[in-house]
Nanobody, 120 residues
Framework: QVALVESGGGLVQAGGSLNLSCAAS??????TGWFRQAPGKEHEIVAS????????YYADSVKGRFTISRDNAKNTVYLQMNSLKPEDTAVYYC???????????????WGQGTQVTVSS
């Protein structure tokens, strides 16, 4: 069993930055994704990183602004978010799993989420 805990969310003005962390406990190293869900919308993948960090994926909406990285020695995955926009406002979730994918079904373990609010 794997437990994921996100942190680093908050309120920031447009153009600002936040760095989210996802700390994992339990056995194994997994492919990890960051998803977000805005009010009234479906979950959407933001970025993902392979278990060893060699492969990354970014949604078009965040390319060039967000960076996903991981430190397996600390069992932590990060999402550095720069040039934030009001449309980035959402609850951000990290998810881990053995499969590599862009869909919710590809991930087995989920954190509780952290709120990111970007004011205009």
């Amino acid at each position: 069993q794997v437990a994921l805990v996100e942190s680093g969310g908050g309120l920031v003005q447009a153009g600002g930055s936040l760095n989210l962390s996802c700390a994992a406990s339990g056995r194994g190293t997994y492919n990890t994704g960051w998803f977000r869900q805005a009010p009234g919308k479906e979950h959407e993948i933001v970025a993902s990183i392979s278990s060893r960090g060699g492969i990354t994926y970014y949604a078009d909406s965040v390319k060039g602004r967000f960076t996903i990285s991981r430190d397996n020695a600390k069992n932590t995955v990060y999402l550095q978010m720069n040039s934030l926009k009001p449309e980035d406002t959402a609850v951000y979730y990290c998810a881990a799993g053995a499969r590599w994918g862009r869909n919710r079904q590809d991930y087995d373990y989920w954190g509780q989420g952290t709120q990111v609010t970007v004011s205009s």
